[in-house]
């Protein structure tokens, strides 16, 4: 399917296990971002990546892992989980070239018993 | 740095009402503005942006102007639907080479029959 796709769409896990978030998209943009959306915080920028084998932190990177291999995907690890990382979780993609527009995938609502 | 400031919400309409949903930002020269629509457990959705000053975005019968003098994009439309009901985020796409967005907090909106 043509876009950007996350899975799993939900996911409840344990305190302390590791977890993968996948997000793929099919348009070869550029630009990846990870985002977290908690109530009173709206969205909150994770990491991002340029281009493959470039990533970057943004407001709130503790506890997240990411790389990306592949232009189309960039997955993002919770390496321990904690309660508080239990959230949505959107990625989305953008063109580059100063274009500016992200277009996001479903979200993914993960649940850290 | 760049911050983008949105209404608190909920915002509560009777359908066919007029709307306006404040958004004011504080960045340095001329950033790019959008607003993304949010609806119930989808991920976000870009509903227009303008790229430079006096610049008025519109779709879906929404529209926003780019006010340099009052560093505001509010958006409005004329007579929103039930339809319309979802959360709106404004956003801003700093000056640079990334096409990192900074998020306000978003503004639910609940219109009803």
């Known amino acids: 399917d043509a876009g950007i796709t996350q899975s799993p769409r939900y996911k409840i896990t344990e305190t302390g296990r590791q977890v993968t978030l996948m997000c793929h998209q099919t348009?070869?943009?550029?630009?990846m971002f990870w985002y977290r959306q908690d109530l009173g915080h709206g969205l909150r920028l994770i990491y991002y990546?340029?281009?493959?084998?470039?990533?970057d932190k943004g407001e709130v990177p503790d506890g997240y892992v990411v790389s990306r291999s592949k232009t189309e995907n960039f997955p993002l690890t919770l390496e321990s989980a904690t309660r508080s990382q239990t959230s949505v979780y959107f990625c989305a993609s953008s063109a580059g070239q100063g274009v500016g527009e992200q277009y996001f995938g479903p979200g993914t609502r993960l649940t850290v018993t | 740095g760049d911050s983008v400031t949105q209404m608190e919400g909920p915002v509560t309409l009777s359908e066919e009402a007029f709307l306006t949903i404040n958004c004011t930002y504080t960045a340095t020269g001329y950033p790019s503005l959008f607003w993304y629509v949010q609806y119930p457990g989808e991920g976000l959705q870009l509903l227009l942006k303008?790229?430079?000053?006096?610049d008025k975005g519109s779709n879906k019968g929404f529209e926003a102007t780019y006010r340099k003098e009052t560093t505001s994009f509010h958006l409005e439309k004329g007579s929103v639907q039930v339809s319309d009901s979802a959360v709106y985020f404004c956003a801003l796409r700093p000056l640079g080479n990334t096409d990192k967005l900074i998020f306000g907090t978003g503004t639910r909106l609940q219109v009803f029959p």
């Open positions: 348009w070869s943009h550029s630009y």
């Open positions: 303008a790229t430079k000053a006096d």
């Open positions: 990546s340029a281009a493959a084998d470039i990533t």
